[in-house]
């Protein structure tokens, strides 16, 4: 019998005013060319990182990313207060080099690594059990090492994924795609040429004291942009196989995240805090389906802006998808008669519905 399948896609219409949130490696913003002409896009990475320190702002723990690993473990197992420092940085290195989790004793020679600070703590109460073992890298107790660190996962590692080249067996399939944001319409790259005035011109050097201090530019854009996630909640999901109790909370935590999350790159100097002015999430029990083909053709201005156009063209697509694949399980449209409390409530309780088998319908 095949298992059963069930993915939540998240399509989100946003306006971007001038700003500079993803840059590439000269400073301009990301861009692409989409439909035969130049978009604004905002990377899936960039995005990513914001939904993670929204988890982190809003009281959700979170995975760290380091090569500090053996740091970390000494300074828990130190914590613990049955192992000396010396003893716990040794035991530290000699469990995360048998582990696999870093390639060296030296920070500066790993890449870095992804683990949650729950995964840490179980990993330091294994070893104060036996710390023998652990030294002496007993094969049984690796065993058990290792399902420690395949325990008590932060939900940014279940949603995006971990890979460990040298040990596969810590490796977790990202149950989340995040396409990279693309504007709805053509966009050209902007540039703010700006000045900075020396505040002590008293020196009596007419040509020390003329004109400015620093002279330079900045480039930004202003975009309407198309978002798309999808979260895999069907039976093989490492999400549901591996916290199957939670996925509800998890995927309306997952919404609010990237619905309300911004990347911080010049933001302080451009101010472009926005939210979603459209948001639809839909249940699918077939496959993830992104709505991006829907502005193949750049949305127009015609003087009225990209907003209207937009959601339009958005909804067009969606019927046509609908009428020739079939309608999703279930679809909640912010503003629809939902405010974001509501369609997060709906959202959870019906996929806590699904998954876990209870009476929500």
Not at 133 to 139: C, I
Not at 209 to 234: D, E, P
Not at 309 to 338: D, F, M, N, T
Request: hydrophobic fraction near 40%; charge should be negative.
């Amino acid at each position: 019998m095949p298992e059963k399948r069930l993915f939540m896609d998240v399509h989100v219409l946003q306006v971007l005013p001038p700003s500079c949130v993803n840059r590439d490696d000269v400073g301009t913003p990301k861009n692409c060319i989409y439909g035969g002409v130049q978009r604004a896009r905002v990377s899936s990475q960039a995005w990513k990182h914001a939904m993670r320190l929204w988890f982190f702002d809003h009281g959700t723990e979170i995975g760290v990313r380091t090569r500090r690993l053996v740091d970390l473990l000494s300074k828990e197992l130190v914590a613990g207060g049955k192992i000396d420092a010396a003893e716990a940085e040794k035991l530290s290195k000699k469990v995360m080099v048998d582990l696999k989790a870093v390639k060296s004793e030296n920070p500066k020679n790993n890449a870095i690594a992804f683990m949650s600070m729950d995964q840490i703590r179980a990993l330091a109460r294994l070893i104060e059990s036996d710390p023998k073992k652990a030294e002496k890298g007993d094969k049984a107790f690796l065993k058990l090492l290792t399902q420690a660190v395949n325990s008590a996962f932060s939900a940014d590692i279940l949603l995006f994924g971990r890979m460990y080249a040298d040990n596969p067996s810590l490796n977790v399939d990202a149950a989340a795609q995040v396409a990279h944001a693309i504007s709805t319409h053509e966009t050209r790259v902007q540039y703010d040429y700006f000045t900075a005035v020396e505040d002590f011109n008293d020196s009596g050097d007419e040509e020390e004291n003329s004109g400015a201090a620093h002279i330079s530019s900045k480039s930004f854009s202003s975009s309407t942009l198309y978002r798309y996630s999808s979260l895999n909640l069907g039976e093989k999901s490492e999400l549901i196989r591996l916290d199957r109790e939670h996925a509800g909370e998890i995927a309306r935590n997952f919404i609010e995240a990237f619905l309300l999350s911004m990347p911080t790159g010049s933001v302080n100097a451009y101010g472009n805090y926005t939210q979603p002015f459209y948001a639809l999430v839909t249940l699918r029990e077939d496959m993830p389906v992104n709505l991006v083909p829907a502005f193949e053709r750049p949305i127009k201005n015609n003087g009225e802006g990209y907003r209207d156009g937009s959601v339009l063209a958005l909804k067009k697509y969606e019927e046509l998808i609908c009428q020739l694949y079939g309608s999703p399980l279930e679809r909640y449209e912010l503003g629809e008669g939902l405010d974001l409390k509501g369609l997060l409530d709906a959202v959870e309780e019906r996929i806590g519905g699904i998954i876990n088998g209870s009476s929500a319908s």
